[in-house]
């Protein structure tokens, strides 16, 4: 008890940044070196299968209505598997693109002309089966809620270099939203001030912004300059820090009613630009929503996460493998590579990093329903990152041969996670908050960087 309490006044981390509380989105360096000053998040909400996009299985394809070999599917746990079930072949059609040649089915043709651009990181693992705590262990490290985002980390530990922006902001698509909803964009037990904020990709990026008719600029700030006073008495009297986090979001929604509206507004976007990406002016789509964030970072922005649906291909009504399948790759396949094609363009891939994947894979074996489809499959599945110090051009990572394991280059999610930390200047072991009577981070207990995939 002794020790634990000598340790409290310094913390266990060497990375705790110095937060001024009146300014906690101030720009911060990080302690070490650092390839990224931005993060974009591409979260395929459901779980895109590799073996129609990524993984080209010949020998899939060949035992395809067989049972599994009972050797791979000892002790393993599925969702909805009943263990009747047999391997399923894909009927997608492959080649390989690129020097580094990548395997890209036919459902993703503009990821072709990013094939040389990224790192793909074929032998990614997680832990949890479930979409909402598996979604909630991509983000936060943990698989129940309660833990800071990642987004939360980084603009913790690195504050924002926008001050009329929020420096964490979700944008969400697809036909609803993300299971675990907010928990996945939460502060957690770091001041609020760190939480993402969702934004709505048309019109208004949050509701009632705007100012009510007859309300003026000069008595609005008047307005706020009370209430601020109001706010300061209390923080005096009662020392809540969440009184100065209530403070800091009426001044940010104040320098937002002129900087969201610009945000939104592609009226300054070239008609190259629109098509590159298949965004519509005015609409709201994937497609819009990878513009945007291009415009985020480009403003400041430190992390910006979208959330697409419904990746999640059981076989069904509305999941199926065939057309279901066919629209969420559309939905979503030009505006992705756009991003990097755009951002590489403008000499913003250089210090930006692009993240792609969902929370985990699908199953080799077919899942019967209403339609065929596959289950949920943590032991294997494929992500791809792009810019900010990875290699371009390199598959890290191969799964056997039926596709079910990782045979060579294992990426854990706290390993993804501790890599992502490393670009953005932090040891993921050191970038800590003290809560509870412990240090927590990120990565919990685990992880390491990913060296093999950095420049």
């Known amino acids: 008890m002794a020790l634990n309490q000598l340790l409290a006044g310094d913390g266990l981390g060497k990375h705790v940044p110095r937060i001024d509380p009146s300014q906690p989105m101030a720009g911060r360096r990080p302690p070490l070196a650092a390839r990224a000053k931005n993060v974009i998040f591409l979260f395929m909400a459901g779980a895109p299968s590799q073996l129609e996009l990524f993984e080209h299985k010949p020998k899939l394809n060949e035992l395809s209505g067989k049972t599994p070999p009972e050797s791979l599917m ?5 969702a909805f598997l009943k263990g009747n079930e047999t391997l399923l072949g894909s009927t997608r059609k492959f080649a390989r693109h690129g020097r580094c040649g990548m395997d890209i089915s036919e459902m993703f043709p503009h990821h072709r002309k990013i094939v040389d651009e990224v790192t793909w990181l074929r032998g990614m693992t997680t832990d949890v089966f479930n979409h909402g705590p598996a979604k909630l262990f991509m983000n936060t490290g943990f698989a129940a809620p309660g833990r800071p985002s990642m987004g939360a980390w980084a603009t913790y530990g690195l504050g924002s270099e926008s001050r009329s922006l929020p420096g964490f902001v979700v944008l969400q698509s697809g036909p609803r939203g993300p299971r675990a909803g907010n928990s996945l964009w939460s502060s957690g037990f770091l001041p609020t001030s760190f939480q993402g904020v969702p934004f709505r990709g048309k019109g208004d990026p949050i509701l009632h912004l705007r100012s009510p008719k007859g309300f003026t600029r000069e008595r609005e700030r008047r307005f706020y300059d009370a209430v601020g006073a109001l706010n300061r008495e209390r923080l005096d009297q009662v020392g809540d820090p969440e009184v100065l986090t209530r403070l800091n979001a009426y001044e940010m929604a104040f320098r937002m009613q002129t900087s969201a509206p610009e945000l939104m507004d592609l009226g300054g976007e070239s008609e190259r630009t629109m098509a590159l990406y298949g965004a519509q002016r005015g609409g709201a789509s994937f497609a819009n929503n990878c513009l945007l964030a291009r415009r985020l970072v480009e403003r400041g922005c430190r992390f910006v996460q979208l959330y697409h649906t419904n990746w999640d291909s059981h076989g069904g009504p509305g999941e199926n493998l065939n057309k279901d399948f066919e629209k969420v790759c559309k939905d979503v396949d ?17 210090d930006t990093l692009v993240v792609w994947g969902g929370e985990f894979g699908r199953t080799p074996m077919g899942e019967v329903r209403a339609t065929i489809g596959r289950d949920h499959h943590i032991d294997a599945f494929t992500m791809w990152v792009a810019g900010a110090g990875v290699k ?9 041969e039926l596709g079910f394991g990782v045979v060579d280059g294992e990426v854990h999610v706290h390993d993804l996670q501790a890599t992502i930390l490393h670009l953005l200047g932090f040891d993921h072991e050191q970038l800590t908050y003290r809560f509870q009577g412990r240090e927590f981070r990120l990565t919990d207990v685990h992880g390491r960087v990913v060296s093999e995939i950095l420049g």
Do not use: N, P
Request: charged letters at 30%; aromatic letters at 6%.
């Open 74 to 78: 000892k002790g393993k746990r599925f």
């Open 334 to 350: 030009q505006a992705s590579a756009a991003l990097v094609l755009d951002l590489k363009q403008r000499g913003m891939l250089d």
């Open 392 to 400: 371009r051009g390199y598959i890290h990572g191969a799964t056997d």
